[in-house]
């Protein structure tokens, strides 16, 4: 069954900052299809990749602004983040690297997506057998 989780509705100024790049209601979420891939959709931006491909998640967060807000690639874990809110998210690890032109290299290992419901999207990823953790600060 397919399920979508978009992603959290960014808050004033941001909004209007986002929209420039496609940000908006039905252009940012998360999908995971009925035919094992998942599909993740930031205004203009996307990415996708077969389900056995993710290796596993992390529950992170809250974060800073200039940390979260935006599309922003990490040369730390070779990730890229497509960021709505502060509140916090979910980094998916890639088990082989996800071609992409978005990172330098080519390709992102990881993917942190903040979503709305972070709960319910570690349930789903749990129901098709993708483990992880949670590391928000408390």
Known sequence: MARSFPLRPPALPWRWLLRLIGVGPGRSQVELTADGRLRAAFGRLALETRLDNVCGYRITGPYRWWRSIGPRASVADHGFT?????????????????????????????????????????????????????????
């Open 82 to 138: 497509f960021g709505t809110s502060t509140h916090g998210g979910v980094c998916l690890c890639f088990r082989d690297r996800v071609p992409t032109r978005y990172v330098r290299g080519g390709a992102m290992e990881a993917l942190t997506v903040t979503v709305d419901d972070i709960d319910g999207f570690a349930r789903a990823l749990e129901e098709v057998g993708i483990t992880g953790r949670d590391e928000r600060a408390v």
